[in-house]
């Protein structure tokens, strides 16, 4: 004969009030998710998708850090290219006043070389305070340097050869300052910008025209440097330009893939809160029929 368990009036109370406790935590659990939108609130929620989570996180703060270094990056080769195109078109109007100068008819007499000679001068002052151009107080043409300036009020170079680089990537760093001295020619050399500008406004004062010829080369080997390294700017700041974007995408998808991990589905989490709590008035009717009241709930 089969043994049948007693199930009492008080094991059926318990199981149904923790039934209904159960119902009640989930009913509490889907209202917390949409008051914050998040489906992970505590690690204990979803240890994985924790992990998931946080290495997301981490990849999200360095791509934002290669994005700010980029942008920072395109205003140092901004500015140096604005610089760089500024410097060619003073310096080609240097070499058109050279060849006004090695002309007999413009400049026939004294008076007519010394204007040439005067203007050349001021080119040359105004070439110089180019080169000391500055982007967040810093020269940009001075490499590493803690100074104030890239050239004295000569003309020579006082900075030094270290470079400004920028992370823009996983491994990818982009050197986004210029070195003056490899701009505008070292100090010593004949065809340093400032020392030729120099010479020319003397050999002009001295009608001196084979000493002008030399000059007229050597300018235009300082023209070319300049317009070489224009060219590399323009490169560099492609690259980093390409780099930006290519971050801000890999940003994009990053925090797309963060969404999927820790956000709620709203539409799905307000229909499973619907019947979640439909599930709990049901549970509710249902024990106030299964438990009746005893004789000891009159007597209270």
């Known amino acids: 004969m ?25 009913v509490g659990n889907l209202q917390e ?5 998040k489906q992970i609130s505590r690690p204990s929620d979803s240890p994985t998708g924790t992990v998931s989570a946080m290495q997301l996180r981490g990849e ?6 290669y994005t700010r270094n980029a942008s920072d990056g395109l205003g140092w080769l901004g500015v140096i290219d604005t610089a760089l195109t500024s410097s060619l078109s003073q310096t080609g109007k240097v070499r058109e006043l050279v060849l006004q100068g090695m002309s007999a008819g413009t400049a026939s007499t004294p008076d007519a070389r ?13 070439l110089i305070g180019v080169a000391n151009t500055k982007y967040l107080d ?3 043409f ?21 470079t400004v680089m920028r992370t823009v990537g996983d491994n990818s760093k982009v050197q986004v300052d210029a070195n003056g001295a490899a701009v505008f020619g070292a100090n010593g050399t004949d065809s340093q910008l400032f020392t030729v500008l120099e010479s020319i406004a003397a050999n002009l004062r001295g009608s001196n025209t084979a000493g002008l010829d030399a000059d007229l080369q050597n300018l235009d080997v300082a023209i070319g440097t300049i317009k070489t390294n224009l060219a590399d700017v323009g490169a560099r700041y492609n690259r980093i330009e390409t780099s930006r974007t290519a971050a801000d995408d890999r940003l ?3 925090k797309s893939k963060l969404s999927e ?10 229909m499973q809160m619907q019947l979640q709590q439909t599930a709990y008035q049901a549970a509710l009717q249902a024990t106030a029929k299964v438990i009746q009241p005893s004789l000891m709930d009159f007597l209270r």
């Not at 999200?60 to 850090?65: F, G, L, M, N, T």
């Not at 010394?114 to 105004?126: F, G, Q, T």
Request: proline share 2%; no cysteine; glycine share 12%.
């Open 2 to 26: 089969a043994m049948q368990l007693r199930v009492t009036d008080g094991a059926i109370t318990n199981r149904v009030l923790a039934n209904l406790q159960g119902n009640l935590t989930r």
């Open 33 to 37: 998710q949409l008051s914050s939108g």
């Open 60 to 65: 999200s703060r360095a791509v934002q850090q």
């Open 114 to 126: 010394e204007a040439i000679a005067a203007e050349v001068e001021n080119l040359r002052k105004s």
């Open 138 to 140: 810093r020269p940009v």
């Open 142 to 162: 001075g490499g590493t340097t803690t100074g104030e300036r890239a050239f004295d009020g000569n003309g020579s170079f006082v900075g030094d050869t270290g």
């Open 252 to 254: 994009l998808n990053v």
């Open 261 to 270: 991990i820790e956000d709620i589905d709203l539409p799905n989490t307000i």
